[in-house]
């Protein structure tokens, strides 16, 4: 049964501090959601409730099957925040989770929730969930990427410079024939992404996009960091690889980010990237976009025909 998206709406909006909802047969309910969350615009908890709604059916296929990670903030943007890994307690028994072995000084398990339909998703923005942050692994199998990250942050806190790194990854990617699918962070950077069939450990995938970013830095001398120390990546462009570690997360396309202006990270063109401004993408306005548009990454995953050993020796030939 698949709950009508107009009607839900018109219940979060009826300006009641709490309400139950009946979502695809199961009951979530809903508390606060006059609280407000967002002091600058004067949006509530309800308004982050009825954006997750809205965008459903576009954020949902790049959710599921994947394990997320919760940046939740009860009290708003203002108040306090955490990233929430582990599946909180008292959460419904049809929220879907995966256990994941991490190894480490200790080892140790933890739950993740999995966001494959739209009860879950009401139920994130329920738990104050304002960003949702996902793998770059799907729970078919979590130790093999299918997506490789180059997470891309201006120094200056410029967008323009972020465009500028963006676009000689883009045309860094072109040589290896492979595809450049690119989206604003939400915030000052650009998430550029490359599907890839799930065939490579997560430590390849941070490698390759390693000596990617190797290669760009060789090429042009000066412009990109490779450090992770600030003092020394001052003034240039950081393409942060460890993004593709095993465990990692990234801002998932359409989630909201904790800005004044609740921005929201968008999938973009890259003929129109120049005339990007990232603050242009809001929680008042990314729905009616979508439907105007259509997710610009609908068809991300039927992309995905190389392996990351694939694009490894095409790299390998490139730099030699």
């Given amino acids: 049964m698949s709950s009508d998206i107009k009607a839900l709406r018109r219940a979060i909006k009826q300006g009641r501090p709490e309400l139950t909802l009946e979502v695809d047969g199961r009951e979530v309910h809903l508390t606060n959601l006059n609280k407000l969350f967002w002091p600058k615009t004067g949006w509530s908890k309800g308004d982050l409730i009825d954006y997750y709604v809205s965008v459903s059916p576009y954020i949902l296929p790049h959710l599921r099957g994947r394990p997320l990670v919760m940046v939740r903030y009860p009290d708003g943007i203002s108040g306090e925040s955490w990233f929430h890994k582990d599946v909180p307690g008292g959460a419904p028994k049809w929220v879907r989770t995966i256990r994941v072995r991490h190894e480490g000084a200790p080892a140790h398990d933890v739950d993740y929730v999995v966001c494959d339909n739209l009860a879950t998703l009401v139920w994130l923005a329920q738990m104050a969930t304002i960003e949702i942050h996902t793998w770059s692994a799907t729970v078919d199998d979590v130790t093999k990427a299918d997506l490789a990250v180059f997470d891309i942050d201006p120094q200056t806190g410029e967008f323009a410079d972020a465009v500028a790194g963006a676009q000689m990854v883009c045309g860094l990617l072109e040589e290896l024939r492979l595809p450049c699918w690119l989206k604003t962070t939400g915030k000052r950077g650009v998430h ?70 609740a921005t929201v990270s968008t999938p973009v063109r890259r003929r129109y990237l120049n005339r990007v401004n990232p603050k242009d993408y809001r929680l008042d306005n990314v729905a009616r976009r979508l439907r105007q548009t259509g997710d610009l990454w609908q068809e991300l995953r039927e992309k995905a025909t190389v392996a990351v050993s694939e694009a490894q020796e095409r790299l390998s030939k490139l730099s030699a």
Avoid: C, M
């Fill in 192 to 261: 550029l992404v490359v599907p890839l069939k799930p065939e490579g450990a997560h430590a390849q995938v941070r490698e390759f996009v390693h000596e990617a970013i190797r290669l760009l830095d060789r090429r042009s001398p000066g412009a990109i960091s490779l450090s992770y120390s600030k003092p020394k990546r001052k003034g240039r462009i950081f393409i942060d690889y460890a993004q593709n570690s095993f465990g990692k997360t990234n801002v998932a396309p359409y989630s909201l980010r904790a800005t004044p202006q």
